[in-house]
């Protein structure tokens, strides 16, 4: 223990030291759990008949004195006492003198100054007790009434030699927990800081329980002044001994401002540590609690709780406030069950919090008295919480920020700690404008990241998981540092001859203006593939686009189209990752060999495709650079260990996509978005598909209708069989009536439950819908297959072009 002369004109005179500490550890149950050999020898019991036994019994406590030792105890009625720290009265550091007798032959009387600690947490232990013989201190020679400042070496806001190297030795002094248990004791007291006692030889000063830093209030002062004049000894004004007092008073009010400055510094350390919402509330709860109150309720706006805008407009009595937060001392759950966190509710005008949340200004309540808290509970349906406000001081603080309230704070203190007073109003307002500030940040953050989402969101496709001849599953992960909006994005389109493109592209850069570039490339390949364009023709066409759009962005892109009846997979690469074909034979994975192409945008650089051949069951596997390239490590090994995880085998789509996910992403480093594409190439059996070729003549439409019929009464499919007729003769006639060529196709798909039908003829002209008239003898055929259809469309062909439509059963 270090202890030393305050601060001050007496500075001069400081006399520093250390005595030895006794640290005795109580469990939940107030029994002894640790004794150690400075407690054996201030107290006089050995560590074998302490440990186990009731710490009530050993200590230095009020209340009851044994027989055996009637003088035990004995309390100097200064703050606290021992038994309210022991039995969990108080949860807050204490600390105190008392006098007892000890064991032994001479039964000799011992001075004790002792400290306090609550402890939390997963282990038996709840409270740490050091103390020290008052009497080694009063042996030295110094000036009588001298007041010593006496407090633990490793205390917070204590200045005394040595402290840093105490604090790092306590787990040395705990010889019997692990260094786990040790090191989570020292964490929580200098966490909580410490009480010092002011000590002197001729004169008791009392100790200030809940700040880290000694202090007599001037109330304090003027009752010793009281006090000596009683005795006869009152110095007068103007004499040394009057100036001497003032003096000392000046010093213990700058104590006390100087203290509550390092507490405010201390909260600001601790509260803004991250921008996530909830973590800030839940930091500036724990800020206050124990240190400066003992219950602390968080309530926010609801529009800053849903992460939207700034509020508008003064609250009112019908806002409603969310409460996100409460932290207290009481047992665990003792305010659960009246405030639960989550609840919404509206206060009404005769409460403080009302006057709080309209003025701005905090609101202090020195105690709730028994009618306040009849109103405050009147707002608790069912529930009765004046057991836990009622005789409490309370105060409530403004959480602001631009002069906008969005929400406030309620500090309750126990009936033992001191009530709240003006200097606390000071400090807890602006501690509420510090904490205020923090939560608008949070909120902006919080609002611009759901603006973000709601961005990137709205620019994702949602692509259906089942397309002709294939499944697909999709993954899109954020960036984790540069940014929530990237560039970064997958598709899959409908093409004619059941085939399906699949795209996916990375826009350089993060950020809106990636995103928006991202959109307006996406939105042109869509419209491109659904003309059909090859897909070097495609990724020529974009890269024409991209510099019309500007010379600051580049991009690449993969362009696939997959045609499940010819199984083939036709590839274009502009600067992409190459993707990974899983073999559905063997297992084998491979990177496929691309011409590696240009970024979109680059211009001038020509694109080539590929052809490849794929079975069903095959897998596809696309996906951006973000996905396998971490800094500091070579993009080659994400590609390994891409084509490695790819060929694991997987119950589902999703599963194979996790798979795959999980051995990217935990190496660490990844700061870019990912997009990632994979789909299973079924391919569609030629039991399912039918052609045939039609003459063009006016007679064929007949036939077309019956050929179509039988069939699908061979696939057991006579519910499509009427309307596919009916739809079939209508392309069938427009083909024969407008093509040039002496034969028209006719194609008829199944896959799964739904039927395609493609008629192909070779005039170039893509038909349109017509508003027929009543007398109109033409245009009405597209607009019942438009009607009767799920879907249908038309595209260009290198001979002409194709008419097509789905069919699925209808439900009855």
């Given at each position: 223990m270090d202890y030393g002369t305050p601060d001050g004109p007496m500075a001069r005179r400081a006399v520093t030291g250390r005595i030895p500490l006794a640290v005795v550890v109580v469990d939940g149950a107030g029994r002894v759990s640790h004794w150690s050999t400075g407690a054996r020898k201030l107290f006089g019991y050995s560590k074998e008949a302490a440990v186990g036994s009731p710490a009530g019994d050993l200590l230095p406590v009020a209340g009851a004195i044994p027989a055996e030792h009637p003088d035990y105890g004995e309390y100097d009625g200064l703050g606290p006492d021992l038994e309210t720290s022991l039995d969990g009265r108080i949860s807050y550091p204490a600390a105190g003198r008392a006098r007892l007798s000890v064991p032994g032959g001479d039964r000799h009387r011992v001075d004790v100054l002792w400290w306090a600690y609550p402890l939390v947490g997963p282990g038996p232990e709840r409270l740490l007790v050091l103390a020290a013989d008052a009497d080694r201190l009063a042996a030295g020679d110094r000036e009588p009434g001298q007041v010593e400042r006496i407090a633990p070496g490793f205390a917070l806001h204590t200045d005394f030699p040595g402290a840093d190297e105490l604090a790092g030795r306590l787990p040395e002094i705990l010889p019997s927990m692990s260094v786990e248990e040790s090191s989570r004791i020292v964490g929580q007291v200098l966490e909580l800081g410490y009480p010092v006692l002011e000590f002197s030889k001729h004169d008791r000063v009392p100790v200030t329980p809940d700040w880290g830093v000694a202090r007599r209030t001037e109330r304090e002062a003027r009752r010793r002044a009281r006090q000596v004049a009683a005795d006869g000894l009152a110095p007068e004004p103007g004499t040394p001994d009057g100036a001497a007092a003032a003096e000392e008073a000046e010093d213990l009010e700058y104590a006390a401002v100087r203290e509550h400055l390092e507490f405010l510094n201390e909260v600001s350390g601790?509260?803004?540590?991250?921008?996530?919402?909830?973590?800030?509330?839940?930091?500036?709860?724990?800020?206050?609690?124990?240190?400066?109150?003992?219950?602390?309720?968080?309530?926010?706006?609801?529009?800053?709780?849903?992460?939207?805008?700034?509020?508008?407009?003064?609250?009112?009595?019908?806002?409603?406030?969310?409460?996100?937060?409460?932290?207290?001392?009481d047992e665990p759950g003792r305010w659960d069950d009246v405030v639960p966190v989550g609840e919404s509710m509206p206060f009404p005008s005769h409460t403080p919090f009302f006057q709080c949340m309209t003025t701005g200004d905090p609101v202090l309540v020195p105690r709730i008295t028994e009618e306040m808290g009849n109103a405050i509970a009147s707002q608790f349906e069912k529930r009765d919480i004046r057991p836990l406000i009622n005789h409490r001081s309370m105060l409530v603080v403004p959480l602001k920020a631009r002069n906008v309230v969005l929400g406030f704070m309620i500090l309750l203190r126990h009936r033992e700690r001191p009530v709240f007073n003006d200097m606390d109003r000071v400090t807890g307002a602006e501690l509420a404008a510090r904490a205020g500030l923090v939560l608008d940040n949070a909120r902006m953050y919080t609002y611009q990241e759901s603006v973000a989402d709601t961005l990137q969101d709205s620019m994702l496709p949602h692509i259906e998981p089942r397309m002709t001849g294939c499944d697909i599953a999709t993954r899109y992960l954020p960036g984790t540092l540069l940014g929530r909006v990237g560039g970064d994005w997958f598709d899959s389109v409908k093409l004619p001859g059941s085939r399906t493109a699949l795209v996916v592209g990375d826009?350089?850069?993060?950020?809106?203006?990636?995103?928006?570039?991202?959109?307006?490339?996406?939105?042109?390949?869509?419209?491109?593939?659904?003309?059909?364009?090859?897909?070097?023709?495609?990724?020529?066409?974009?890269?024409?686009?991209?510099?019309?759009?500007?010379?600051?962005?580049?991009?690449?892109?993969?362009?696939?189209?997959?045609?499940?009846?010819?199984?083939?997979?036709?590839?274009?690469?502009?600067?992409?990752?190459?993707?990974?074909l899983v073999r559905a034979d063997d297992g084998r994975s491979e990177l496929l060999d691309l011409p590696t192409g240009a970024p979109i945008g680059v211009g001038g650089v020509p694109f080539e495709a590929v052809t490849v051949r794929v079975a069903p069951g095959d897998r596809l596997l696309m996906c951006t650079d973000g996905l396998v390239e971490v800094r500091g490590e070579d993009i080659g090994v994400g590609l390994a260990t891409l084509t490695e995880s790819a060929a694991h085998p997987a119950a589902s789509m999703d599963d194979a996509c996790d798979t795959i996910i999980r051995a990217l992403n935990t190496r660490g480093g990844r700061k870019d978005d990912v997009a990632l594409l994979m789909a299973r190439l079924n391919?569609?059996?030629?039991?399912?598909?039918?052609?045939?070729?039609?003459?063009?003549?006016p007679s064929e439409v007949g036939r077309a209708r019956e050929l179509?019929?039988?069939?699908?009464?061979?696939?057991?499919?006579?519910?499509?069989?009427?309307?596919?007729?009916?739809?079939?003769?209508?392309?069938?006639?427009?083909?024969?009536?407008?093509?040039?060529?002496?034969?028209?196709?006719?194609?008829?798909?199944?896959?799964?439950?739904?039927?395609?039908?493609?008629?192909?003829?070779?005039?170039?002209?893509?038909?349109?819908?017509?508003?027929?008239?009543?007398?109109?003898?033409?245009?009405?055929?597209?607009?019942?297959?438009?009607?009767?259809?799920?879907?249908?469309?038309?595209?260009?062909?290198?001979?002409?072009?194709?008419?097509?439509?789905?069919?699925?059963?209808t439900l009855r």
């Amino acid at each position: 223990m270090d202890y030393g002369t305050p601060d001050g004109p007496m500075a001069r005179r400081a006399v520093t030291g250390r005595i030895p500490l006794a640290v005795v550890v109580v469990d939940g149950a107030g029994r002894v759990s640790h004794w150690s050999t400075g407690a054996r020898k201030l107290f006089g019991y050995s560590k074998e008949a302490a440990v186990g036994s009731p710490a009530g019994d050993l200590l230095p406590v009020a209340g009851a004195i044994p027989a055996e030792h009637p003088d035990y105890g004995e309390y100097d009625g200064l703050g606290p006492d021992l038994e309210t720290s022991l039995d969990g009265r108080i949860s807050y550091p204490a600390a105190g003198r008392a006098r007892l007798s000890v064991p032994g032959g001479d039964r000799h009387r011992v001075d004790v100054l002792w400290w306090a600690y609550p402890l939390v947490g997963p282990g038996p232990e709840r409270l740490l007790v050091l103390a020290a013989d008052a009497d080694r201190l009063a042996a030295g020679d110094r000036e009588p009434g001298q007041v010593e400042r006496i407090a633990p070496g490793f205390a917070l806001h204590t200045d005394f030699p040595g402290a840093d190297e105490l604090a790092g030795r306590l787990p040395e002094i705990l010889p019997s927990m692990s260094v786990e248990e040790s090191s989570r004791i020292v964490g929580q007291v200098l966490e909580l800081g410490y009480p010092v006692l002011e000590f002197s030889k001729h004169d008791r000063v009392p100790v200030t329980p809940d700040w880290g830093v000694a202090r007599r209030t001037e109330r304090e002062a003027r009752r010793r002044a009281r006090q000596v004049a009683a005795d006869g000894l009152a110095p007068e004004p103007g004499t040394p001994d009057g100036a001497a007092a003032a003096e000392e008073a000046e010093d213990l009010e700058y104590a006390a401002v100087r203290e509550h400055l390092e507490f405010l510094n201390e909260v600001s350390g601790r509260i803004g540590s991250s921008l996530d919402l909830s973590q800030t509330i839940i930091e500036v709860s724990r800020a206050v609690v124990p240190r400066f109150t003992d219950v602390a309720g968080t309530y926010l706006r609801e529009q800053v709780v849903a992460g939207e805008g700034f509020p508008e407009g003064p609250p009112d009595e019908t806002t409603l406030w969310h409460r996100v937060a409460v932290e207290h001392t009481d047992e665990p759950g003792r305010w659960d069950d009246v405030v639960p966190v989550g609840e919404s509710m509206p206060f009404p005008s005769h409460t403080p919090f009302f006057q709080c949340m309209t003025t701005g200004d905090p609101v202090l309540v020195p105690r709730i008295t028994e009618e306040m808290g009849n109103a405050i509970a009147s707002q608790f349906e069912k529930r009765d919480i004046r057991p836990l406000i009622n005789h409490r001081s309370m105060l409530v603080v403004p959480l602001k920020a631009r002069n906008v309230v969005l929400g406030f704070m309620i500090l309750l203190r126990h009936r033992e700690r001191p009530v709240f007073n003006d200097m606390d109003r000071v400090t807890g307002a602006e501690l509420a404008a510090r904490a205020g500030l923090v939560l608008d940040n949070a909120r902006m953050y919080t609002y611009q990241e759901s603006v973000a989402d709601t961005l990137q969101d709205s620019m994702l496709p949602h692509i259906e998981p089942r397309m002709t001849g294939c499944d697909i599953a999709t993954r899109y992960l954020p960036g984790t540092l540069l940014g929530r909006v990237g560039g970064d994005w997958f598709d899959s389109v409908k093409l004619p001859g059941s085939r399906t493109a699949l795209v996916v592209g990375d826009v350089m850069g993060h950020g809106l203006n990636s995103a928006a570039m991202m959109g307006q490339l996406r939105t042109a390949v869509q419209t491109m593939a659904a003309l059909d364009l090859p897909p070097a023709q495609l990724l020529r066409n974009l890269d024409d686009l991209a510099q019309r759009l500007g010379e600051h962005y580049l991009a690449t892109c993969l362009y696939a189209v997959y045609d499940p009846i010819a199984g083939e997979l036709h590839l274009a690469n502009a600067g992409h990752i190459p993707p990974v074909l899983v073999r559905a034979d063997d297992g084998r994975s491979e990177l496929l060999d691309l011409p590696t192409g240009a970024p979109i945008g680059v211009g001038g650089v020509p694109f080539e495709a590929v052809t490849v051949r794929v079975a069903p069951g095959d897998r596809l596997l696309m996906c951006t650079d973000g996905l396998v390239e971490v800094r500091g490590e070579d993009i080659g090994v994400g590609l390994a260990t891409l084509t490695e995880s790819a060929a694991h085998p997987a119950a589902s789509m999703d599963d194979a996509c996790d798979t795959i996910i999980r051995a990217l992403n935990t190496r660490g480093g990844r700061k870019d978005d990912v997009a990632l594409l994979m789909a299973r190439l079924n391919g569609i059996a030629d039991e399912d598909v039918a052609r045939w070729r039609l003459a063009r003549d006016p007679s064929e439409v007949g036939r077309a209708r019956e050929l179509v019929g039988d069939q699908l009464r061979r696939w057991s499919r006579p519910a499509l069989v009427e309307t596919a007729e009916l739809l079939v003769g209508e392309l069938v006639t427009n083909a024969v009536r407008h093509s040039r060529g002496p034969r028209v196709g006719l194609r008829l798909v199944r896959s799964g439950t739904t039927l395609i039908c493609e008629v192909e003829d070779d005039d170039p002209t893509l038909p349109t819908l017509l508003n027929a008239g009543p007398a109109d003898e033409f245009g009405r055929g597209l607009r019942i297959v438009s009607v009767l259809a799920k879907e249908w469309g038309t595209s260009r062909t290198a001979s002409g072009k194709t008419v097509w439509f789905e069919l699925v059963p209808t439900l009855r």
